[in-house]
């Protein structure tokens, strides 16, 4: 059973530009989360989508956003970025009921 | 609140038990999670224990749940050298859909 799919794996953006991000969760898990993860300020919870329908969203600003397809992929999206930007951005998916998040590789965002 | 705290670092020689520890805040939490990340890696669910269970045991693996001080441990018998990472114990609150995440605790074994 293939696992949770990120990509791309790295990026490398200048402040100002956009970056879209992908996420393909297990097959048949319909909860997508992403998480922001930076050696300042820890794991940190952007948003969780359900049947597409954004169910939480963490503390961040609207420049961060995100949507979840009808096949359960899901997408992050940044705009104007900012060099603080740059962290390591985690998917992760699970079944309906809650327990058992698993997690993708991550994508490496650097903003330059 | 939902503070999970965990302590930053534990050394530890190959072939001894680690124990590391978390605390976390809120009382209806409804999973308490153990995740390991390697360097330049995602996060690898090793074990999670609903709030309402005392103990789980997964081969090295062994979780404690002590409800009335809100404190979670993860003892990793027979530590090896491929056991260096940094171990993230979170939370999960019935209806939030999110984890909230202790800052990590640094595994390192020495020969």
């Known amino acids: 059973k293939a696992g949770v799919t990120q990509t791309p794996r790295y990026l490398i953006k200048t402040r100002g530009q956009q970056v879209t991000l992908s996420c393909s969760p297990i097959s048949g898990h319909r909860s997508v989360s992403w998480y922001q993860q930076t050696p300042g300020q820890g794991l940190q919870f952007l948003f969780e989508?359900?049947?597409?329908?954004?169910?939480n969203k963490g503390n961040f600003p609207g420049r961060f956003s995100g949507r979840q397809f009808s096949n359960s992929r899901s997408e992050m999206n940044v705009s104007t970025l900012e060099l603080g930007d740059s962290a390591l951005y985690l998917c992760?998916?699970?079944?309906?009921?809650?327990?058992?998040?698993?997690f993708g590789s991550g994508t490496r965002l650097t903003v330059v | 609140g939902e503070d999970v705290e965990q302590s930053l670092f534990l050394s530890v020689r190959e072939g001894d038990s680690s124990v590391i520890n978390c605390t976390y805040t809120?009382?209806?939490?409804?999973?308490l999670y153990w995740y390991k990340q390697e360097p330049g890696a995602g996060l690898q669910l090793l074990t999670y224990?609903?709030?309402?269970?005392d103990m789980k045991q997964d081969q090295r693996l062994t979780v404690l749940l002590n409800k009335k001080d809100k404190h979670l441990s993860l003892r990793i018998a027979d530590t090896q050298t491929g056991d260096s990472a940094i171990y993230f114990c979170a939370e999960s609150i019935r209806g939030d859909y999110k984890l909230s995440f202790g800052a990590g605790t640094t595994v390192t074994v020495r020969a």
């Open positions: 989508y359900f049947s597409e329908t954004q169910r």
């Open positions: 809120d009382s209806s939490s409804t999973y």
């Open positions: 992760a998916s699970s079944l309906e009921r809650q327990g058992g998040y698993t």
């Open positions: 224990i609903f709030s309402n269970m």
